[in-house]
């Protein structure tokens, strides 16, 4: 594919503003920890509702999408939209809690929740575990995007693009820290999300496929609409929708959708003016995320199938490609080679700009983790803040090396995705109950931590080389929640709590009401315990109420794409009666 001088200087002039933003706002960002990490905990909901959902809208996040559709179909993508019953929970839960916990990460909440030498090894160890073993296998993930789109569109190897995406990521997020990345993030998502909705309508327009309706009808895509599998696939609809809908979203862990909250959802939430900008903050981030992001990726997904019906069609219109790579997540990239000559820069643009908000994200929340609670809680606890600064920057450069040496190694990204929610299967009940019940303990956590790990590694590389028949996959991962979660219940019922400073000291400071706190707050005295009212009913109320309005709103859409105006209004009108429900009840909470 050629791109002309007008592609290039779009791309060059988007590169060139990114850096700009990374060195306007490097002095600040280097004056302390919390400034690079937190950027100085002053950030307005929006700007932060923005940056997490630009941060999930990565270069291989379409990829995905497509991989799903053409596999699965429009249904298939329950194993992600799921997670909004997740995000709900924290917007109206726990982000007031973790706004006041005020630690400076989510690893930090370890030894303000338990106590003793387990507690500092858990967060020790899961600074290494998630910042660098986790990041770097979620950032490969998006470096394999980025090959793939180098390769269709660029003719790039996979050393080239690797090494031309990371480098601007790089500069900018070790200068300019958090608040960089965070101003970026706005920009780029603007830029993403426009050049996908134009892209979108110009694809269905392509003689191929002629127009809307054309493509809603063709046979190759006519099974692949359904909102929720057939009852007639009995084990698509389990795989597909049940278990995601009743299981995953609770169980599972997840970088972006962690029961709970947690990773750079919870960094953004840490870093927001108060309680209420970080709530106002993840409402926008879910609404944007699961209502309006998809149906573009949708549509070029269900146009592909027509363009490139199967993978020998990719394969034949790319021969130069290396076919190991070749899957049914490249059939966006290759979707993209289609556009007109002096647009392709503007895409192109975009997705490198899905690509650097992602990447940006994670190189600083992981960088966050080995700093502040590996490097400076065990090895140099007295270290300036400059000198955390500096080591904060050459971090973010050996994660993004890591990240990119091991994207050489991946093939698609629905497999990433699939191993990641396998490690995490199991472990979000635990996530979401900590807050609420003293009897869990670091224990619990190390406990969750270790025996999901075992179960993911067993059940993806030693159960078939064993000899034993091969497990489904909806077995594995049911299997995977139920041991996971009787391990961790057992051995939290086996061992002590943490000790009762520990415990009165993180009842007096979060408030988080409710019975399971009983027991210590018999042990405060009466100036140390808590006069907030126990909200949490309200909070699952308003979680569930918002999770219908997201829905509501998602298929309102979709059923107005598939000319079912009757449904969409209907849906529609669902839609904003909850919208209208949630602005009533969430006033409890926020007063």
Known sequence: MQLNPLDWVIILLFFVFTLAVGIWVSRSAGKSTQDFFLSGR????????????????SADTPNLVTDIVRTNGVAGNWVWWAFLLTGMLTVFVYARLWRKSGVLTDLAFYELRYSGKEAAFLRGFRALYLGVFFNVMIMASVCLAAIKIGSVMLGLSPVETVLIASVITVIYSSMGGLKGVIITDFFQFILAMGATFWAAYYL?????????????????????????????????????????????????????????GGGYVAQRMLSAKDEKNAVWATLLFNVAH????????????????????????????????????????????????????????????????????????????GSSYVVHDFYH????????????????????????????LFALVLSNALQAFQILLQIGAGTGLLFILRWFWYRINAYSEITAMVVSFLLAIYFQLLHVKFGFTPIANDIQFLLSVGITTIAWVGITLLTSPSDMDTLTHFVA??????????????????????????????????????????????????????????????????????????????KKIMD
Request: glycine content about 8%.
């Open 204 to 260: 269905i327009e392509l003689p191929q496929i002629g127009s809307l309706d054309t493509l809603l009808t063709h046979p190759n895509v006519v099974n692949k609409l359904n909102f929720i599998p057939s009852l007639d696939q009995r084990e698509l609809l389990i795989t597909l929708f049940v278990l995601p809908i009743a299981v995953q979203w609770w169980s599972v862990w997840y970088p972006g959708a962690e029961p709970g």
């Open 290 to 365: 699961y209502a309006l992001r998809p149906w573009p990726w949708i549509l070029i997904a269900l146009a592909s199938l027509i363009v490139y019906p199967d993978l020998a069609a990719i394969q034949s219109a790319f021969p130069a490609i290396d076919p190991s790579i070749i899957r049914d997540d490249l059939a966006y990239p290759a979707m993209m080679t289609l556009l007109p000559a002096g647009a392709i820069g503007l895409v192109v643009a975009s997705l490198v700009a899905a690509f650097m908000s992602t990447i940006s994200s994670h190189l600083n929340w």
């Open 42 to 57: 002053n950030m307005p909901w929006w700007l932060l509702g923005i940056s997490m959902v630009a941060t999930t809208f």
């Open 509 to 586: 400071k979060i408030q988080p009401g409710g019975p399971g706190w009983a027991k210590v707050r018999a042990n405060m005295q009466d100036d140390e315990r808590s006069t907030e009212g126990w909200n949490l009913p309200t909070g699952i109320l308003c979680m569930l109420v918002g999770a219908f309005a997201v829905y509501a709103a998602l298929f309102s859409t979709g059923y107005f794409i598939y000319g079912k105006t009757n449904e969409g209004f209907l849906l529609g009108g669902i839609c904003v009666l909850c919208f209208y429900l949630l602005w009533r009840l969430s």
């Open 377 to 404: 809680r065990f090895v140099r606890p007295e270290a300036s803040e400059q000198h955390l600064v500096a080591v904060g920057r050459w971090s973010t450069v050996i994660l993004m090396v890591l990240s990119a």
